[in-house]
């Protein structure tokens, strides 16, 4: 209990350092890179994992790290950091605070501690699978028994049908009471600050996924890959109020 304690206040002070960075460069003209995937990087993105990286390997140098920056260090160590230091960095570059920073540890595989942070509106989520914390102070997913009382998110609604089945989405869309695209990770604050019900992602990395797992978890939701399988090893994300997530994978997973 006392290293969970120690690992959350480090994980916080990674955050308020990644933060002063993130911070700096947004809303400011910055130049946009283009990965092998497609995806838009830029400074922000690349100096704020530098930063978390060096805290990390000067703290705990037998630790590993999986960046989507900078890929593996220490990969076969005990404990593993999991970064995303701008989750949603389609959304930073457009000036849109609908972005994070996603930080996780796992202890042989297992995540054990999750921190989501918004450093433009000051919101610190941290998760440790039995109990997750806003700004200091529990919060929970709220109590959802219904589809059609449910708010639905994605982070990219044509995303969707690039991966699974668009159709049985738009039916479940058609059937919430409200469907957004406040999605990446800020869909999942949303989801476990009590602002949301649903939260789905057709295709996520292991930086994107790993750390939300234990905030979900420790907010009270339930949490698996599209399937309805465990999220760990999966490469996408159902996450919702305990009382619907199996109707919404039976939904989902409609031939």
């Not at 130049?31 to 995806?39: F, L, M, Q, R, V």
């Not at 220490?74 to 230091?85: F, G, H, R, T």
């Not at 600050?193 to 979900?216: E, Q, R």
Request: glycine share 10%.
């Amino acid at each position: 209990m006392t290293e969970i304690i120690e690992f959350k206040k480090f994980a916080a002070h990674l955050a308020n350092l990644s933060g002063s960075i993130i911070k700096k460069y947004f809303r400011t003209d910055i130049s946009i890179e283009t990965k092998s995937d497609n995806s838009p990087v830029t400074i922000a993105d690349k100096r704020a994992e530098e930063a978390i990286r060096e805290r990390i390997m000067s703290e705990f140098p037998n630790h590993g790290i999986l960046g989507e920056e900078f890929g593996n260090h220490n990969e076969s160590a005990q404990y593993k950091w999991v970064l995303d230091p701008i989750d949603g960095t389609k959304s930073f570059i457009t000036g849109i605070a609908t972005f994070g920073t996603l930080i996780g540890l796992l202890k042989d595989g297992i995540p054990i501690l999750g921190l989501f942070h918004q450093p433009i509106i000051g919101e610190l989520l941290i998760g440790d699978n039995e109990l997750t914390e806003l700004n200091g102070k529990r919060t929970k997913i709220r109590s959802c028994e219904k589809i059609e009382e449910a708010i639905l998110l994605t982070s990219d609604h044509f995303m969707i049908g690039n991966y699974k089945n668009q159709t049985v989405f738009d039916q479940l869309a058609n059937k919430a009471k409200l469907y957004r695209t406040w999605g990446d990770c800020f869909g999942y604050y949303l989801l476990c600050t009590g602002y949301a019900d649903i939260m789905v992602d057709p295709i996520m990395s292991p930086w994107d996924a790993l750390p939300l797992i234990p905030i979900i978890k420790g907010a009270g939701g339930t949490v698996t890959d599209y399937e309805g399988n465990n999220p760990v090893y999966g490469t996408s994300i159902i996450a919702t109020a305990s009382g619907i997530h199996s109707q919404v994978v039976e939904i989902l997973n409609k031939n």
